[in-house]
């Protein structure tokens, strides 16, 4: 028996890294889990591996920009699950500039994927929680949201956005049993990390009390406890998993 066994999620962006990390730990956990990406090859691919655990675990792939993507989630989950009790709301990209030579197209897609994609599964599952008075919704923030990064005006700006929605929903929703967090990772091993030129990452590094970067099953078990009962009381609540980098 996991602390998910029964229970049934969404992990949108879980076609690698620390979405899929997430995905593999809830279905670990007994979760059924549908998982989302755009990459179609891929999610099948991850999905093949999360069934080996034993679990249900269902691909869906398409655009959460789209609303009809993340409508499409949801109703596809109720007809094999009959009900959804966790999101995870972790796709996001990065399109990495100073913003003085920033293209209006790299603001506009990294608000839309990172912001607006998270408006948008939320908004095609919240009904249904509330009516059911039951619900986890965890959003993946960063610790660039709370305290900005050179070069990622765009990227901190959508990620500072989703804290204060994830506040927000949080008060509006906890009177239905519904409860809203946000998960700040700092430097994770992850194929984002690895896209940071080697000089940069050495002087990150340096900065980072713990000697090391995160680990993707570190976070996925944070997610993990969130989604539990024993996060029952838990809510509105922002935390940062960085290794001491931000303290």
Avoid at 39 to 68: H, M, V, W
Avoid at 71 to 98: H, P, W, Y
Avoid at 115 to 144: E, H, P
Wanted: proline share 2%; glycine share 10%.
């Amino acid at each position: 028996m996991g602390r998910l066994d029964k229970r049934t999620s969404i992990v949108t962006g879980a076609a690698r890294g620390l979405g899929y990390a997430i995905a593999e730990r809830f279905a670990s956990e007994g979760s059924a889990v549908l998982i989302n990406d755009i990459d179609s090859k891929i999610l099948q691919q991850a999905c093949e591996r999360l069934k080996n655990i034993g679990g249900s675990c269902y691909s869906f792939t398409g655009d959460i920009t789209d609303p009809e993507t993340a409508r499409g989630m949801a109703r596809f989950i109720l007809e094999k699950e009959g009900r959804i009790d966790i999101l995870v709301n972790n796709a996001g990209i990065t399109r990495d500039s100073f913003f003085h030579k920033m293209e209006d197209s790299d603001w506009h897609r990294v608000i839309d994927v990172n912001l607006k994609g998270a408006y948008n599964c939320t908004r095609a599952v919240i009904t249904q929680m509330r009516d059911n008075n039951y619900g986890r919704i965890i959003n993946m923030s960063s610790i660039v949201g709370i305290s900005g990064n050179m070069g990622q005006a765009n990227y901190a700006a959508s990620k500072a956005a989703v804290i204060g929605f994830t506040k927000t929903l949080a008060l509006e929703s906890a009177s239905k049993n519904i409860t809203v967090n946000a998960i700040a990772p700092g430097f994770i091993d992850t194929d984002m990390l690895g896209s940071i030129p080697d000089k940069v990452k050495e002087k990150i590094l340096d900065r980072i009390p713990s000697g090391r970067w995160g680990r993707p099953e570190e976070v996925a078990g944070l997610a993990a406890y969130l989604a539990s009962e024993e996060a029952a009381y838990i809510t509105g609540q922002v935390i940062s998993i960085n290794g001491g980098y931000l303290t």
